[in-house]
């Protein structure tokens, strides 16, 4: 995105988070006030949540084609992914000690949140256990692909199961937003969104021109060094030579 | 004639140290490919790229096959499962491959015929290169690829080595990647490694 | 699967580690719970912890021992990725189930539980098996040829098995006599479920991380 770009959503961020504040404040909440966390906390969490199943659908692309771009597209998902969900998590413990007295309580949704955020630093891990850059992209990918079933059941399975009780509030199944809340709440997921969107594909082109870099880097690290002939030179072998070889 | 292998633009590095690029060539049946070089300048890393061990960074080689008879590889630094006797390596291997296992045959062209019951882990290194020899010829593959094959053998496995390149000219072709004078003079082609 | 079976018996040193970590692990329980009544929770969450570690400590190692051996090149050159993956599934599978079968057999005699719902806790036992030869072989295979494989193998495995702990402590606490048996019932099939998915996808996944 160009700079102008960049200007103008940061101008819309802070009119958003000032717009947040016009929505009235919540009375069912302990500090009403601080009900207006659901505007950053949920924008926030669904990002992150579309990060995290777009990266295996960029893994699953680099498996079939080989194209390091896909694997890039995938990296820079994932990073995303967890920025936001770290957002999702701070933004949550705070809400959690104002609304329930205290800032972790092993709560089942915040419990299942913190383990996909484990799954997602294993996914570093195996990208960092790798030096050559073919196999740290597949077993990324692999790995990517590999983790989409535990992070779906995290996310959107297990804390609703019956016989999960959690204190979480359920906005989105269950209803709960009035039409103020609900029109700030889409504007701010839209803003979110686009300027993580923006984030991502700034990532990528960064990680491109990494690429592109390295790649040219040992070009030209190479250039006076003919690593081998182009061509394969036929050689003629003598009957003598082929005798010495008996 | 098609030729048996088509190898084009075939380049790898680690990290900034390129190894090999732009190698490109053909193979077509009879021909037998010495690849030559100094140590750690790539050779044993371009045969498996070759046979598919290694991804290469770019490049292609294409063949008509299925790799796992197409290609038959024995390398100075390849393992062989210490737990598993030499005729059940041969079984193993043919068993995986979908061809006949001629154990028997094998055990005698080799030399091994009476070690057929000892695990591989208490074989001599030269034993143990006499069997990589044979589970890499034993499913009569279009390309023969050795590297460093002369080296732990005696003057039998030497001679063992003449057999099976010669035979593997008049079946398909043969890649050899060696120092070695001797068997520099199997090759009708050479490639000159980090020259 | 006939080779890991000869490579094994020959020189069963993971199967021992396996059978020996069970074992010890339940001695180690039943003698902490002497003379305590343990709840059916507290039962289905120590079989696990031991049931569990004993997995990550043998099953990963499957495949990083090939390339520990330097004999992965070989079976690169001769197997299809699907074969050695489903030899290898297999294996664990059978390996992880003799594990759970001693584990549940030295639990109940030494804990002196009560086996509430035993279709329940059978199923839950075989969900638990078929779900963790998925994940644990998907992360063994990925960690083989990293630098720090076994270290790797735990990190990956874990997060894998997140799901399959929950599901599986929830169908054995159920088997035990905790728990609602409807979602007992519920947790035993998701389980199956889970299981038949990852070693349904393993292969996949495995032929794109064998060959480079």
């Known amino acids: 995105m160009k700079t102008p770009t960049w200007i103008a959503l940061g101008i819309l961020m802070a009119v958003g988070t000032v717009a947040t504040f016009l929505a009235p404040p919540a009375p069912a909440f302990q500090v009403p006030d601080l009900a207006r966390l659901v505007f950053f906390h949920l924008p926030c969490a669904l990002t992150s949540a579309l990060f995290f199943v777009s990266a295996p659908y960029f893994a699953f692309r680099y498996l079939r084609t080989e194209d390091r771009r896909w694997d890039l597209r995938a990296e820079a998902a994932m990073e995303i992914a967890v920025v936001t969900g770290i957002l999702t998590l701070a933004t949550g413990i705070i809400f959690s000690k104002v609304q329930w007295g205290a800032w972790w309580n092993w709560d089942p949704r915040q419990t299942s949140y913190l383990l996909v955020m484990f799954i997602s630093a294993a996914y570093f891990a195996v990208r960092a256990a790798y030096g050559d850059t073919a196999r740290r992209a597949a077993n990324a990918a692999a790995y990517s692909m590999a983790s989409v079933l535990p992070v779906l059941f995290l996310i959107f399975v297990y804390p609703r199961l019956p016989m999960v009780k959690s204190l979480h509030p359920n906005v989105i199944a269950e209803g709960g937003f009035d039409s103020v809340y609900r029109g700030v709440f889409y504007s701010m997921f839209a803003l979110v969104f686009v300027a993580c969107l923006g984030l991502f594909r700034f990532r990528y082109r960064v990680g491109l021109i990494e690429m592109l870099v390295d790649d040219s880097d040992a070009e030209l690290a190479n250039r006076d060094r003919i690593a081998a002939p182009g061509v394969v030179r036929p050689v003629a072998l003598s009957p003598e030579s082929r005798k010495a070889t008996k | ?195 | 699967m006939r080779k890991e079976w000869r490579t094994e018996f020959r020189n069963p040193s993971i199967l021992l580690a396996g059978l020996l970590f069970s074992l010890g692990s339940m001695m180690a329980i039943s003698l902490a719970a002497f003379s305590t009544k343990l709840s059916g929770t507290l039962g289905a969450g120590l079989y696990w912890v031991a049931l569990l570690f004993a997995s990550l400590l043998t099953a990963p190692r499957r495949f990083t021992n090939e390339e520990e051996q330097r004999t992965g090149d070989l079976l690169r050159l001769v197997a299809r990725p699907h074969s050695v993956f489903w030899g290898k599934a297999l294996w664990v599978l059978a390996e992880l189930a003799a594990n759970a079968i001693v584990l549940a057999g030295t639990f109940l005699l030494f804990t002196g539980q009560n086996v509430a719902q035993p279709g329940i806790f059978a199923v839950g036992l075989f969900g638990t098996v078929l779900a963790l030869a998925g994940a644990t072989s998907v992360s063994g295979a990925m960690a083989s040829r990293a630098r720090q494989s076994t270290g790797l193998a735990a990190t990956l495995a874990l997060p894998l098995l997140l799901p399959i702990i929950f599901l599986g402590m929830a169908a054995l606490r159920t088997g035990l006599g905790d728990g609602v048996v409807e979602n007992g019932w519920r947790s035993a099939v998701g389980l199956v479920g889970y299981g038949i998915a990852s070693l349904a996808v393993g292969p996949y996944l495995f032929a794109a991380v064998w060959k480079r």
């Not at chain 2, 001599?124 to 990589?132: E, I, P, Q, V």
């Open chain 2, 1 to 195: 004639m098609k030729p048996l292998l088509v190898v084009e633009g075939l380049s790898k590095r680690y990290g900034r140290q390129s190894l090999f690029q732009n190698v490109s060539l053909e193979l077509a049946r009879g021909d037998v490919l010495v690849v030559t070089g100094a140590n750690g300048s790539g050779k044993s890393t371009f045969l498996r790229c070759l046979v598919g061990l290694e991804t290469q960074d770019r490049g292609t080689v294409t063949f008509d096959g299925d790799p796992r008879t197409f290609w038959g590889f024995s390398a100075i630094d390849q393992a062989v499962y210490a737990n598993l006797t030499v005729a059940e390596h041969l079984e193993f291997t043919a068993d995986c491959r979908g061809v006949e296992a001629n154990v028997r045959f094998w055990l005698e062209r080799i030399g091994l015929a009476a070690f057929a019951d000892r695990p591989a882990g208490l074989l001599s290194t030269g034993m143990r290169a006499r069997l990589k020899l044979a589970l890499a010829a034993q499913a009569g593959p279009q390309i023969l690829a050795l590297d460093e094959p002369g080296a732990a053998l005696d003057a039998d496995g030497i001679a063992l080595i003449d057999d099976l390149v010669r035979e593997q000219a008049e079946r398909g072709a043969c890649i050899l990647a060696t120092n070695d004078p001797a068997e520099r003079r199997y090759g009708n082609l050479e490639l000159a490694i980090g020259t």
